[in-house]
């Protein structure tokens, strides 16, 4: 396993460019295979869970052209296998997500359960009751889901709990399917919207008609599209967060404010420094920082994925925030890293009246011990130390943290961290931050 040293204290200064959004790239690969000719994608972040996807596309039967610094091309003309084998499906968290393309094409689908990042339960339930609802049935051998349908066929389902993947899901059910769909209680996030203009420009007929309600016409044959993919958001909080913890001064090229309202409206709390231009977001720190009480809450709310990075930040703001998470069952798995790095947090589950309403994972699978809140009592130095990381996030987190900290802190399972964010030693070096891989 590699790992990062990073020494820190040192401000950040300089310019980024953020490249396409993890969470779309990849799903944008799997809706290829719903074409009948090739696609191309552009402006793809280097990252391994698009490497891994690659992979499985390849492993499938079709065709991965990687043409130029950020492009790749995928032609489904020779897609010839309908099952995933477990090496494959285990490493990330989207194995499910190529159910409806093998669906579509074959009629049947063989994928393993999902592994990635060890956040909570993740609700695959709300998937497959929608695709059974188009008419698939869904059972599980031998760790293998298989996927068998006579046809897709349009139908109107409701989300119980909102569900982003759980919509692209179903999207990419729906568009081959007989006749409408109608899903309602459906996901806002733009790499959703994303996920829907690039269906729309193969041929595909879906709108939004409503608050969280998408309305999808199926149609009978898709043909390959040029489009480019949506930056990405969660590496635009990363950056900002880490050019404010270290007092510095960043901008962010490419970054686009619409999708960051809520996390913009938490600096503004905090009294950190930002400013709006045609080049992107530049972000910088002007001042004592304030607590803040944050809520993660479904799109367009504050997302879940910004929590663990804007923690770091809330250890050197004066006074006492809370951190309320809603979406995943177990996303504070950072605390006792930022606890032994001199912290002062307190981990609690907060009185709340109706819970099946308030939290977005399943409360009554909660599993004991999981705290859904926590106090950040600031300002307080941070010290450096050793520590592994636990998913994506907890290791950008950790990254954060040394960045602030004093002395030189070692970072080890780093390809968790290389999984979402492309080269981010070197960037973060480029901008003054002293890291080193090893």
């Known amino acids: 396993m590699s790992e990062f040293h990073v020494t820190g204290g040192v401000p950040l200064h300089g310019s980024v460019r953020i490249g396409g959004a993890k969470n779309a790239s990849y799903k944008l690969m799997i809706a290829s295979l719903l074409a009948d000719t090739e696609s191309r ?77 060890k956040i909570g339960k993740r609700p695959l339930n709300r998937h497959f009751e929608g695709l059974e609802a188009l008419g698939v049935k869904i059972t599980l051998e031998n760790g293998m889901y298989v996927a068998k349908t006579d046809g897709l066929v349009g139908n109107t389902y409701r989300f119980s709990k909102n569900s982003h993947t759980g919509t692209e899901t179903l999207i990419m059910a729906a568009v081959k399917a ?82 960051l309202t809520s996390f913009l409206k938490k600096l503004e709390e905090i009294g950190a420094g930002f400013e709006i231009g045609n080049y992107g977001i530049r972000f910088y720190y002007k001042g004592p920082l304030k607590a803040v009480n944050i809520t993660t809450q479904i799109e367009p709310g504050f997302m879940t994925d910004w929590q663990p990075l804007i923690a770091t930040l809330l250890t ?66 941070l010290k450096s130390g050793e520590f592994e ?29 290389d999984r979402g964010y492309e080269s981010l030693d070197e960037r973060l070096k480029s901008m003054g931050a002293k890291i080193v891989r090893k």
């Open 41 to 117: 994608l552009l402006n793809f972040s280097k990252i391994s869970d698009v490497e891994l996807v690659a992979k499985i596309i390849s492993y499938l039967g079709a065709k991965v052209n990687k043409a130029g610094e950020r492009a790749i091309f995928i032609d489904p003309k020779d897609l010839n296998s309908f099952e995933i084998d477990q090496k494959h499906g285990e490493q990330g968290r989207f194995s499910t997500m190529f159910i409806p393309p093998l669906l579509a094409k074959f009629g049947e689908a063989r994928v393993p359960a999902p592994g990635g990042d």
């Open 389 to 417: 990381v636990k998913d994506l996030r907890h290791g950008a987190t950790l990254i954060l943290a040394a960045m602030a900290a004093e002395g030189t802190t070692i970072i080890k399972n780093i390809e968790q961290v």
């Open 178 to 259: 007989k006749g409408k769909t109608i899903l309602e209680n459906a996901a806002l996030e733009p790499e959703i919207d994303d996920l829907i203009s690039y269906l729309n420009e193969m041929g595909a007929k879906i709108r939004r008609t409503s608050h969280r309600v998408i309305e999808i016409e199926g149609v009978e044959r898709l043909f390959g599209a040029i489009h480019k993919i949506i930056p990405d958001r969660n590496e635009a909080v990363s950056y900002a967060c880490a050019a404010i913890v270290t007092k510095g001064d960043v901008i962010i090229q490419n970054a686009r404010h619409k999708h």
């Open 316 to 381: 050197q703001c004066y006074g006492t925030s809370i951190l309320h998470e809603t979406i995943m069952a177990n996303r504070f798995q950072y605390v006792d890293e930022l606890l032994k790095m001199g912290a002062n947090i307190e981990a609690f589950n907060p009185k709340v009246e109706n819970p099946e309403e308030t939290y977005n994972f399943d409360v009554k699978n909660d599993e004991p011990g999981f705290n859904h809140a926590i106090k950040i009592h600031g300002k307080t130095p």
